[in-house]
């Protein structure tokens, strides 16, 4: 059993920065990719970034490239995604993936 913790969610005026954190913990595993993906009201949930890893190779959503950056500590188990330029449709719970396991999500509000 794996368990993934969120943590870094909050409330930012448009074009503020968060940076949100997921530790993953448990019986012992393999990590091959990490991944973040988020879900607004009313919409399906919506991939954000993932990375490997073994190299630390990134991919990026169309919608968050060039603003998100997503990042790991192989050390900590833990994955962080530093996101800046934030808009009011970045607003969603984000979520924590590491093979079929998911975090219990944190919210991110972008709101003035």
């Known amino acids: 059993q794996v368990q993934l913790v969120e943590s870094g969610g909050g409330l930012v005026q448009p074009g503020g920065s968060l940076r949100l954190s997921c530790a993953a913990s448990?019986?012992?595993?393999?990590?091959?990719?990490m991944a973040w993906f988020r879900q607004a009201p009313g919409r399906e949930r919506e991939f954000v970034a993932s990375?490997?890893?073994?190299?630390?190779?990134?991919s990026y959503g169309d919608s968050v490239k060039g603003r998100f950056t997503m990042s790991r500590d192989t050390a900590k188990n833990t994955v962080y995604l530093q996101m800046n330029s934030l808009r009011p449709e970045d607003t969603a719970v984000y979520y924590c993936?590491?093979?079929?396991?998911w975090g219990q999500g944190t919210q991110v509000t972008v709101s003035s």
């Open positions: 990375i490997t890893w073994n190299g630390g190779r990134t």
């Open positions: 448990g019986r012992s595993f393999n990590i091959h990719t």
């Open positions: 993936k590491l093979a079929n396991y």
